[in-house]
């Protein structure tokens, strides 16, 4: 369904579009949750604790990707909401043609060097080759990835938020379906986890394309059209490679820190993997309201109506509040039914680290409504590189104090190095939110 979002109420546009990307990010994380669970279930600790060596090495590849679209997507929302709809095709025409070749770099530099990034992060030994064959298979699987993002970007930029949720409604059941078949009966362990994820990213990328094909003629490119326009590309270049630079430094900043847990243990890396899949369904949401916030913007600011932008960034900070305040709450009453879904009873260590975790970050949540409220604010206005410099200020703080505590406060180290992170990132966001704001 598409969207403008230059007209009429402000919180009912926020709200839906917003709702429907909320429900697709929390299916997108299922992807690596089913796979979590299912090998957890029937493998053990160890294998679920190697998913987790290998995902920051995965999530630096996908969201290399991810930038590339959300530069495309922010592009595309101006030319929409300024009804430039020519300008619109071409950008996506570009944006998929030079994502496509960048992806198949990406596939082919993870493959070959799988072996030596899970070796780079300390991986324990007994898990390495395990999470060593998981990134080989995922890796084949990044050009379904890219083409699910980039045609998800162009469906999001035209404000229709609905047709990727129906896309991944359906994508998800098949792929537990697949990881249950694979792994539990065909007994393929953290291998067949992987197969199934790609197959069902290559499903999901079909689907939006032929979605596209028949329903959006605002974006259906035919064969002349796919080709890369030099002026669209560079500006394209210019706003996906920050988009695409801040993600990276997110991520390598996570694999710092995953390497740090590594150290402490099987026990202790495969909390942190139970842990960091419950804090990413908790903080998708807010992802959610923080995209809904780029393109309302962008919007907004390729159709000239500039005093709507002030309401929506109001609208969304209250949303975002509200949602991780009441999320806190949950998830404190509930650690260890939540804990209980990834690690046996039996697995007493590594649920004790998970309690140590999850206990002291369930009240900081809050900091991250704020803060990714401003980054799609950012984003929207077409200032991307106050969002690098917020995540620039708070990844090595985050880093530094995870390695300087963590041998006296362990797994605890990283809630605060990630609280005092998400502090400063926020003051600095709120210093430049009063020079470039609209009024």
């Not at 694999?255 to 842990?275: C, E, K, M």
């Not at 991780?324 to 949950?330: D, F, G, K, Q, Y």
Request: charged share 10%; hydrophobic share 50%.
């Amino acid at each position: 369904m598409v969207r403008d979002m230059t007209q009429g109420n402000v919180t009912r546009h926020l709200l839906t579009y917003a709702v429907p990307l909320m429900f697709a990010n929390l299916l997108q994380q299922l992807y690596q949750t089913v796979d979590s669970i299912i090998v957890g279930q029937y493998n053990g600790k160890e294998a679920l604790a190697a998913i987790g060596a290998a995902g920051p090495i995965m999530n630096i590849l996908i969201f290399l990707i991810v930038g590339l679209s959300l530069g495309a997507s922010i592009l595309m929302s101006e030319y929409f909401g300024a009804k430039d709809y020519k300008a619109l095709k071409t950008e996506m025409a570009t944006s998929l043609v030079s994502g496509f070749i960048l992806t198949i770099v990406l596939s082919l530099l993870a493959f070959t060097g799988s072996g030596l990034f899970i070796r780079m992060t300390r991986t324990p030994l007994e898990i390495a080759p395990m999470a060593s064959q998981y990134l080989k298979i995922i890796s084949l699987g990044l050009i379904f990835t890219f083409f699910y993002n980039i045609l998800s970007a162009g469906l999001r930029s035209i404000g229709d938020s609905r047709a990727p949720l129906y896309v991944l409604c359906l994508t998800t059941i098949l792929h537990v379906l697949l990881a249950v078949y694979m792994v539990g009966m065909l007994h393929m362990g953290v291998q067949g986890a992987a197969y199934a994820t790609v197959i069902s990213q290559a499903v999901s990328s079909l689907m939006l394309f032929i979605y596209i094909k028949v329903k959006v003629p605002y974006l259906r490119l035919s064969l002349p059209e796919l080709h890369i326009d030099m002026d669209f590309l560079k500006k394209t270049v210019d706003f996906s490679s920050i988009s695409a630079l801040q993600q990276t430094v997110l991520y390598i900043g996570r694999l710092l820190v995953q390497s740090g847990i590594n150290t402490l243990g099987v026990d202790a890396v495969a909390a942190f993997n139970a842990v960091s899949i419950i804090d990413s369904y908790v903080l998708a949401p807010g992802d959610s309201l923080a995209a809904s916030i780029t393109t309302f913007t962008a919007q907004n600011k390729g159709g000239k109506q500039y005093h709507r932008i002030p309401k929506g960034l109001k609208t969304v900070i209250v949303m975002a509040e509200i949602y991780t305040i009441a999320i806190s709450v949950l998830v404190l009453a509930g650690k260890n039914q939540l804990l209980g879904i990834f690690l046996k009873p039996e697995e007493t260590e590594a649920l004790r680290f998970g309690i140590l975790y999850i206990i002291p970050m369930a009240c900081f949540y809050f900091l991250s409504g704020i803060t990714n409220s401003f980054q799609g604010y950012f984003r929207g206005i077409g200032n991307l590189r106050v969002t690098l410099i917020a995540t620039i200020i708070q990844i090595p703080i985050r880093v530094i104090l995870t390695y300087s505590l963590l041998g006296r406060f362990g797994i605890q180290a990283v809630v605060i190095g990630t609280t005092i992170g998400w502090c400063c990132m926020t003051v600095y966001e709120l210093v430049s939110y009063r020079k470039w704001r609209f009024s």
